[in-house]
């Protein structure tokens, strides 16, 4: 733990917490562009939040680090990555047939927020839910992606935790 308080309180840290993100994005784009495995809403949903936290260590990587700033980014980290994990969980059900939900082929946010018209190389629907591809280790993608949503929470709960101790 005391090995990584340093890293965890400077801003390699939240250069980290971007490049995962920009992976993670990158990764979705080979799948969609290279492989033609087609994004389906939910799937859309995780990027947007994956944008979220990106976006968020972004700016945190260029605000003033104090401790206070660092935990409401940190605190932003978190429920972006509670709502990645949410919504690979709900793909990962939609998959196993677990569960009554369902998926639609439009993204479903409103007009004010049009994503997928200012973007649709990234955020378009065109796809409905069915099988996500498998990853690493014989994970599917919603499995992997639950994964890395939990662990981005873990994470930022740690160094959240850090700074309210200094």
Same mark, same amino acid.
């Given at each position: 733990? $005391?090995?990584?308080? *340093?890293?965890?309180? /400077?801003?390699?840290?939240?250069? +980290?917490? =971007?490049l995962l993100g920009v992976v993670l994005l990158s990764v979705a784009l080979f799948y969609q562009y290279a492989l033609g495995d087609e994004p389906c809403q939910v799937c859309i949903h995780a990027r947007l939040w994956v944008v979220a936290f990106t976006l968020i260590a972004l ?6 680090? $104090? +401790?206070?700033?660092?935990?409401? #980014? ?11 994990? !949410?919504?690979?969980?709900? &793909?990962?059900? @939609? !998959?196993?047939?677990? #569960? ?13 927020? =049009? ?8 955020? !378009?629907?065109?796809? @409905?839910? /069915?099988?996500? *591809? ?5 994970? +599917?993608?919603? !499995?992997? @992606?639950?994964?890395?949503? #939990?662990?981005?929470?873990? &994470?930022? &709960? ?5 700074? @309210?101790?200094?």
């Open positions: 733990m $005391t090995t990584l308080s *340093p890293f965890l309180q /400077s801003r390699w840290y939240w250069l +980290s917490l =971007a700016i945190m990587l260029i605000a003033s680090q $104090t +401790s206070l700033l660092r935990v409401l #980014g940190n605190l932003g980290v978190i429920i972006a990555g509670t709502g990645l994990f !949410e919504r690979a969980r709900y &793909l990962y059900q @939609l !998959e196993n047939g677990i #569960g009554d939900g369902s998926c639609q082929f439009q993204l479903g946010m409103p007009d004010w927020f =049009a994503v997928d018209r200012w973007m649709p190389w990234l955020f !378009e629907v065109r796809n @409905l839910c /069915s099988f996500t *591809p498998d990853m690493l280790f014989g994970l +599917s993608m919603a !499995e992997t @992606l639950m994964g890395v949503g #939990g662990a981005v929470c873990v &994470l930022a &709960l740690w160094t959240a935790t850090l700074d @309210l101790r200094r």
